[in-house]
């Protein structure tokens, strides 16, 4: 096996487990302002907190997107 064979069985391993999680959920934004929306953001992805920092994000992008 050689290199383009083995990243296509990793390219088809990783679509079948991507596909089998179904589509992400929506993310519900945070009412904060832009400030605190950024701090939330930066401090749940330094904590792994993904589900924080995804609706903090999605408040930046509806009300501020430049500073997302």
Known sequence: M??????K?????LRAAISRLGPP?????ITATPWVAMSLMQK???RGREDLAL??????LRDSPERL
């Open 25 to 29: 959920p929506e993310p519900v934004p």
């Open 55 to 60: 609706r903090a994000a999605a408040a930046l």
């Open 2 to 7: 050689n290199g383009p064979e083995i990243r």
């Open 9 to 13: 069985l990793i390219e088809n391993d």
């Open 44 to 46: 749940a992805i330094r």
